[in-house]
C-alpha cells in the first residue's frame, strides 16, 4: 500500500505538476491492481477538474491498474463526465466501498464490471447549480458567449439544461441501466438522495459482473 505522490517521481513528469495538482493526489491510492479515489477522508473535498488530470497520469503511469474503488458523495459534473470517459478508455472495472452519490455516479457507471462492498450505497439526485455561481459564470463569459442581458443567460441555461438531461439519459441507458430507472434517477430533487437497494441496483442493471 503506497500514497501516489510518495512516487510521484514515477508518475509525475514535472514537479509543477505535482505542486499545482496536490490537494488532488491526496485523494488517490495505489493498492495492488486497484486505484482507490476518496474525497470523503479529505476535510471539504469533493470532485473536481484537478483530479482528471492526475487520475488520467496515474493510468498512464500504472498500467497493472484494473479496478477503481471509489468513495466519493460528489461534485463536478464537467469533472465526473472527463474521469468517466478515461474510466470507459482505461477498461477498468469500477467498485464503491462508502458512498458514491452525484457525479461519482457517472464515474462508477463507466466500469466494464461494477459492484459495491456491503453496507456502501450508491446516491441518485439531479444536479443543482447555485445563483451566486451562475451569476459568477455569467459575468465570466458573457461577452464571448454572446450574451447582452442576464435573459440570454437564461435562455441559453435553459437550452443547455434539456440537453444535459437528455445526455444523462442516454449515457446510462448506453451502460446497460434500465431505462426507467435512469428516468426515475433523474427525478429526485437535489435537497435530497435516493439509496436503492442491492436488489434494485441490480435489476435495473447499475451493477453488474461478467
Known amino acids: 500500500m503506497h500514497k501516489i505522490f510518495g512516487f510521484c517521481a514515477a508518475l509525475l513528469a514535472t514537479q509543477s505538476f505535482a505542486d499545482d495538482h496536490n490537494g488532488s493526489l491526496e485523494k488517490f ?3 495492488g491492481t486497484t486505484l482507490v479515489y476518496d474525497t470523503e477522508t479529505i476535510a471539504d473535498a469533493e470532485i473536481v477538474a484537478d483530479d482528471v488530470d492526475v487520475l488520467l497520469e496515474t493510468l498512464r503511469a500504472n ?24 474510466v470507459i478508455d482505461f477498461g477498468l472495472d469500477t ?3 462508502g458512498e458514491c452519490s452525484s457525479s461519482c455516479v457517472r464515474v462508477f457507471l463507466a466500469g466494464e464490471n461494477r459492484q459495491m462492498t456491503l453496507g456502501s450505497k450508491l446516491g441518485f439526485h439531479q444536479p443543482t447549480w447555485s445563483a451566486a455561481n451562475m451569476q459568477s459564470y455569467y459575468e465570466q463569459w458573457r461577452q464571448s458567449d454572446g450574451w447582452d442581458t442576464p435573459f440570454d443567460f437564461s435562455a441559453w441555461v435553459f437550452e443547455d439544461t434539456q440537453r444535459e438531461f437528455h445526455e444523462d439519459l442516454t449515457y446510462m441507458i448506453s451502460r446497460g441501466v434500465a431505462a426507467e430507472f435512469a428516468v426515475k434517477s433523474k427525478g429526485i430533487p437535489n435537497s435530497d438522495n435516493w439509496y436503492p437497494t442491492r436488489v ?9 459482473s461478467e
Request: no cysteine.
Open 200 to 208: 434494485e441496483l441490480s435489476l435495473a442493471g447499475v451493477l453488474r
Open 29 to 31: 491510492e495505489i493498492r
Open 63 to 86: 498500467s497493472g491498474v484494473r479496478v477503481l474503488e471509489l468513495n466519493s458523495s460528489g461534485g463536478s459534473v464537467w469533472a465526473g463526465r472527463e474521469m468517466a470517459r478515461i
Open 95 to 97: 467498485i464503491v466501498h
